[in-house]
């Protein structure tokens, strides 16, 4: 399959990348790891006329701490991520996570920054992020700004990013003491895309449930927080009836927007959601406290 | 708009003017005549046309020639050295890992970057370490033998 064509960048600085974006605004798309946007050419179901590679920009890729939580570079390959020390200390969900995105191949090229930018409905890492909570910072040329993952994820395909914007690192925040994470996937056996995929990040303190975030992926049409969930979670005791009682509302968030494909229809989806609920939620509830 | 690049492919730079959506399959197959590095699903899953770019496993069908500009590529054609095979490429042979031969390539570009991040894998190991390489004859069973043969004749 052949893509449309297109004039290419490929910029060795930030400045010059986004002074780039500026110039062809509407018009240009950044090519991160290509791994969702050149599938999505190919299929031109993508037309951009400008693309501005950022893979020649170095210092985009590193994990390190920063103040008490952690910043990720934006082209930080899932691969980085699923390997790194500190990831896997910090945040296990996202090195899990990271380690059943697609296949080796894919690992070795995929970014972190493109999987959020891209917002796919099956993509991993959104759900993830979301859950962790924590910001993304996005730079034009001019600025710089942070934006909550709680408003980063817009709609399907859709961010919060300008078309002027370039993420350039997620930061994410410390977990408190006695959290627990997991992440539950059920996975198209070819892609390996989530057709369903549940992110939970559980705090107990005293036998008690004092913060929980969970996220949804692959059901509806974004990574979606599933608040209902989250609140009865929230202030109890994790009991099994409890754990189950959250996770049968976790697709309540998502029901308007259900995907409905020849993969999954919406009913399996939304029964999937509760499966994977659970599981994600029992096992980051008995890794915490 | 056209762009020359650059590309070191199996120890030799080339240069070309490609047009940038030029995917590098194409390049490797259709500018250097280097046709041993398949084109099976063309969507990023089946793993035929792996190849090592700056010594990483990856899916040249999902990557454009001009991003490997200033890269160094390593295709099947690059492993053997004369008659004389890589470890993976005798297990391969001794295993009898393959049937039609159209994943093998691809199969084998994956084991050689395998078995560099994990000289002694398990076969759950072997078996997770290709799920991005698809093979519609073998049933896997004689291409994971052949990558633990190789792990064993490496040791």
Redesign the interface.
């Known amino acids: 399959?052949?893509?449309?064509?297109?004039?290419?960048f490929?910029p060795t600085t930030l400045d010059e990348a986004t002074s780039l974006l500026s110039r062809y605004r509407g018009e240009a798309k950044v090519?991160a790891g290509?791994?969702s946007l050149?599938?999505m050419m190919?299929l031109r179901l993508a037309e951009p006329t400008v693309?501005v590679?950022i893979?020649?920009i170095d210092g985009l890729s590193y994990v390190r701490e920063d103040g008490d939580g952690v910043a990720i570079g934006s082209m930080t390959t899932y691969?980085e991520l699923e390997t790194s020390s500190l990831v896997k200390s910090r945040y296990p969900l996202l090195a899990d996570a990271a380690s059943k995105v697609?296949?080796?191949?894919?690992r070795?090229?995929g970014t972190i920054g493109g999987s959020l930018a891209h917002s796919d409905p099956a993509g991993d890492l959104p759900a993830v992020v979301l859950a962790i909570g924590g910001s993304v910072v996005a730079r034009t040329r001019r600025s710089s700004r942070e934006i909550s993952i709680d408003r980063f994820q817009v709609d399907l395909l859709t961010t919060a990013l300008h078309d002027n914007e370039i993420i350039t690192e997620i930061k994410l925040p410390a977990l408190p003491s006695g959290t627990g994470t997991a992440y539950s996937k059920f996975h198209n056996p070819?892609?390996?895309y989530a057709i369903t995929g549940v992110a939970a990040v559980i705090t107990v303190s005293g036998g008690t449930c004092t913060e929980a975030r969970i996220a949804v992926t692959g059901a509806g049409d974004k990574a979606t927080r599933a608040r209902r969930t989250e609140r009865i979670l929230k202030g109890k005791e994790l009991t099994p009836a409890v754990i189950r009682r959250a996770a049968s509302r976790a697709a309540a968030e998502v029901q308007d927007t259900l995907n409905d494909d020849i993969f999954a229809s919406a009913e399996y989806r939304t029964h999937l959601t509760q499966v994977h609920a659970q599981r994600a939620i029992e096992e980051a509830a008995a890794a915490a406290g | 708009?056209t762009?020359e690049i650059t590309v070191t492919v199996n120890g030799t730079a080339h240069t070309a003017t490609v047009?940038?959506?030029l995917?590098l399959v194409h390049f490797l197959r259709d500018v250097l005549d280097l046709t041993g590095t398949h084109v099976g699903c063309?969507?990023?899953?089946c793993?035929a046309c792996?190849v090592h770019l700056n010594e990483?496993?990856?899916?040249s069908c999902?990557?454009?020639a001009?991003?490997a500009?200033?890269t160094e590529v390593t295709t099947i054609e690059g492993l053997a050295d004369g008659e004389s095979y890589t470890p993976v490429q005798q297990g391969f042979w001794d295993e009898h890992g393959l049937q039609c031969g159209f994943c093998t390539p691809g199969m084998i570009m994956?084991a050689e970057?395998?078995l560099k991040q994990n000289p002694d894998p398990s076969e759950a190991e072997i078996r997770a370490?290709l799920?991005?390489?698809y093979c519609r004859c073998t049933g896997y069973q004689n291409i994971v033998n052949a990558i633990g043969a190789a792990a064993k004749a490496g040791r």
């Open positions: 399959m052949v893509t449309s064509n297109f004039d290419y490929a090519l290509g791994h050149i599938p190919k693309l590679d893979g020649k691969r697609a296949d080796l191949q894919v070795n090229r070819a892609s390996h | 708009m762009v047009e940038p959506r995917l063309d969507t990023s899953q793993g792996t990483d496993a990856v899916k999902t990557v454009f001009v991003q500009d200033g994956t970057w395998l370490g799920a991005g390489n």
